[in-house]
């Protein structure tokens, strides 16, 4: 079908919906003001309106996940004002504000709980956070390491989940779709008296697009690699990237006592990640276990002191193989260089494997001691006391040892186990008939390899009147090194970054409302590769922009526009200042919402990004702006069999757009094409 029929088809839809609405739900009665009075936990650490929270935060909720279709939390990242992100069908590349690549300086959080992995402290965001069990997803966009600590520098991603207060039964989710996608997932919650139990499990797998007609174009995927005749291309020998993924949720509470456990299994192929010699037999397997335990004494000193006390245990394998290679095979025990007569089988005997099967796995103890003190009514604190024991076990590689290599010394280096403690304290007051709300708050942290770190925070909320907020924000952050970088260099420190902030809210009548950020930042220590040593800290990172979220109702109307200005991000060393590529200058999203009646509901969303330089091997190459759009209809009560469903029918790529991410990290490959139009569906139940 083309554009244009396209266009029609989805204009006569918009003519026809206005016949269905016959009834109105309670949702289509509430104003734009009641619809975006959203609680908001990931600010303060407390339930708080996001509005007067003294951060910039964004939010997408469960209502919006399923009228607009989205399946992962991908899908939600990629409808967030300053969020950048790069599929490359592996694992989602990016970050916020201007970093840009693995979102090593974005924390990822499960209620409040970090789920970065911890061999590299990275988001490492693939199939594994599915959105069936989502209430909400906040985005702080901006410092958040005086509560959070390290690597919280551009911003943190607080999964917040469904509970037993949320549901009261059993939910059964089922998805199919293109590419041989099928998903299953079970959600329940049930109360007992003072004993809650909630959790749920998903199974998720996918053959994935079949990109291979992409991979085979050497002049759009590796310009400059070296093509040899025995470069085993997709065209030729076909190109497979199955993938799996098993998230699973517990909480079990009693009396102030709780329990619960974050797991995910994620089992993927490199996608289009990087040039390989076979894009057949690639594999990357990931598994991070975080059972936790604690106990809560609520309402002490006539219900004014709260006290927390938790205990977090991480564990984490992984290993995979690959065949990255821009130039010649290489016999790894002979040296010898193979360009005549070379076999799929010769590829399969050389291929590279990382593992870290064969030890205990990455290991990581935390203890939490927090609490809150409500002075009065306008004056609320909160503190925190934390320890953390990390031992961490890198990854083996050898080509000739086979899928799981021996582990030697140098993955259990004496740098890669330490511990640290921090405080943190936060002050809350509101002022002059709660028109000005001022946040004072500090973490101090004290590591056993790069000593003392003190992160502050100061937050200026003024509301003037009714309508009206203004945002003065300002914030320090840190970065701690990887187990890469300090494999290369034990004496790396972290990169520091101060971030300032202006933000005004504002309604504009009854039906509109805007929201806009202006935000600087200024790094400094930046961790970068050097010509001495692999890594190192070198010169400054600066970046500065503007945020800008539109919201409207009108009716049984529903949405939001948002915009994302990029100014040129630059990195200074030794007074050269050079310009970080692969972000786009101009970024947007726009979401409608159009609820036909309680039952039928339509969404679309679409994507627009400006045409973005990208550095490959030394050149700069140009990947062109494009517009994307995806459309849900959701239908909500059918009844089947006596049975009441919800189901959504999602289509991707409406108009079938071809068009490119960049590749931040890998010299090797110019960017990642992404998938074509297809159908998805999913169907839920409740019982």
Request: aromatic share 14%; glycine share 6%.
């Amino acid at each position: 079908m083309t554009k244009i029929k396209w266009v029609i088809f989805w204009v006569k839809v918009g003519l026809i919906a206005p016949v269905f609405a016959t009834e109105t739900s309670s949702l289509l009665q509430l104003s734009l003001e009641d619809l975006l009075n959203v609680k908001v936990i990931s600010a303060s650490k407390r339930n708080e309106v996001a509005e007067q929270a003294p951060a910039t935060i964004y939010v997408v909720t469960e209502e919006q996940i399923k009228k607009l279709g989205l399946r992962d939390l991908k899908e939600v990242l990629a409808l967030i004002p300053g969020v950048d992100i790069s599929n490359n069908d592996f694992f989602l590349q990016g970050g916020q504000r201007g970093f840009i690549g693995s979102f090593a300086q974005s924390l990822i959080l499960i209620n409040g709980r970090e789920m970065n992995n911890l061999i590299a402290g990275e988001t490492f965001i693939s199939n594994q956070f599915r959105t069936h069990n989502v209430k909400q997803v906040e985005v702080i966009a901006g410092p958040a390491s005086a509560l959070y600590g390290a690597n919280a520098v551009g911003g943190l991603i607080n999964i917040i989940t469904k509970t037993a207060d949320d549901m009261d039964g059993l939910e059964i989710q089922a998805n199919y779709g293109a590419f041989d996608t099928r998903e299953v997932s079970l959600l329940f919650g049930q109360t007992w008296g003072d004993l809650k139990l909630s959790g749920s499990v998903a199974y998720y797998q996918s053959q994935g697009a079949d990109f291979s007609e992409f991979l085979s174009n050497t002049a759009l995927v590796s310009p400059k690699a070296e093509n040899n005749a025995y470069r085993h291309l997709p065209n030729k020998y076909g190109y497979s990237n199955p993938s799996s993924a098993l998230p699973i949720h517990l909480s079990l509470e009693y009396q102030g006592y709780y329990a619960g456990l974050e797991y995910y299994r994620n089992d993927s192929g490199r996608g289009t990640a990087s040039i390989q010699w076979d894009y057949h037999s690639s594999q990357d397997y990931r598994e991070l276990a975080m059972p936790y335990l604690g106990y809560r004494w609520l309402n002490l000193l006539d219900d004014k002191l709260n006290i927390e006390l938790e205990y977090r245990y991480y564990w984490e394998q992984f290993w995979g193989n690959h065949t990255e290679s821009t130039s010649t095979i290489e016999n790894p025990i002979t040296g010898e260089l193979l360009r005549d007569n070379v076999t799929l089988e010769d590829v399969h005997r050389f291929r590279g494997y990382y593992s870290n099967h064969n030890s205990r796995g990455s290991r990581k103890h935390w203890g939490l001691l927090s609490g809150n003190y409500r002075w009065n009514d306008t004056h609320y604190s909160s503190w925190g006391l934390d320890y953390v024991l990390s031992d961490i076990v890198s990854a083996a590689w050898s080509r000739t040892e086979g899928k799981h290599p021996a582990l030697s010394e140098g993955n259990y280096q004496p740098a890669f186990k330490n511990h640290q403690w921090s405080i943190y304290l936060q002050d809350q007051s509101d002022w002059f008939n709660d028109k000005i709300s001022l946040t004072l708050g500090a973490r101090l942290v004290q590591h056993e390899r790069y000593g003392r770190k003190l992160l502050p925070r100061y937050g200026v909320v003024y509301k003037p009147l009714e309508k009206t907020t203004f945002k003065a924000l300002y914030g320090k952050s840190f970065r701690e090194p990887t187990v890469f970088e300090i494999n290369d260099n034990t004496a790396i420190r972290p990169m520091e970054m101060d971030t300032y902030e202006l933000a005004w809210h504002q309604y504009w009548g009854e039906y509109v409302k805007n929201e806009t950020v202006i935000f600087y930042n200024q790094a400094k220590n930046r961790i970068t590769a050097s010509d001495v040593l692999a890594f190192a800290n070198e010169g400054s990172f600066n970046s500065q922009g503007l945020e800008n979220r539109l919201s409207f109702k009108y009716q049984a109307l529903t949405g939001f526009l948002n915009y994302t200005y990029m100014d040129e991000v630059t990195i200074e060393n030794q007074g050269i200042k050079e310009t970080v590529y692969d972000i786009p200058r101009h970024k947007a999203n726009v979401a409608f919402i159009y609820d036909m009646n309680s039952q039928h509901s339509f969404g679309i969303v679409g994507t627009y990004h400006s045409a973005i330089n990208t550095d490959y091997q030394g050149d700069k190459y140009r990947i062109d702006p494009y517009w994307v759009w995806d459309a849900t209809w959701h239908i909500a009560d059918l009844n089947v069999l006596g049975q009441t469903l919800e189901m959504e029918w999602i289509l991707k790529n409406v108009f079938d757009t071809r068009y490119f991410h960049p590749e931040p990290r890998d010299a090797n490959i110019l960017q990642h094409v992404q998938p074509e139009r297809h159908l998805m569906w999913q169907v839920r139940g409740q019982f």
